[in-house]
């Protein structure tokens, strides 16, 4: 695991790399605002049906940065 900046997730986004982006703050934080693409963390077994290759690169966050 390593920290990446906000920075580093927005060029991400930007070259359209593939990676799976979770919010992992409340419903409440998800609902005002997150960054576009980004899902809602709700538990371990979610992130295997939305990442099921184990080589898919997974970015958590849970700051909100709008």
């Not at 906000?6 to 986004?13: A, F, G, L, R, S």
């Not at 593939?18 to 576009?36: I, K, N, T, W």
């Not at 899902?39 to 080589?55: K, W």
């Given at each position: ?13 930007d ?15 998800y ?9 809602r ?7 295997s049906?939305?990442?099921p ?10 700051s909100?940065f709008?």
């Amino acid at each position: 695991m390593k920290t990446v900046t906000h920075e580093e997730i927005q060029q991400k986004m930007d070259r359209g790399d593939d990676f799976l982006l979770l919010e992992v703050l409340g419903e409440a934080s998800y609902d005002r605002g997150h960054l576009p693409g980004a899902v809602r963390y709700e538990g371990r077994d979610q992130v295997s049906g939305l990442a099921p290759d184990r080589s898919t690169e997974i970015v958590a966050y849970c700051s909100n940065f709008n």
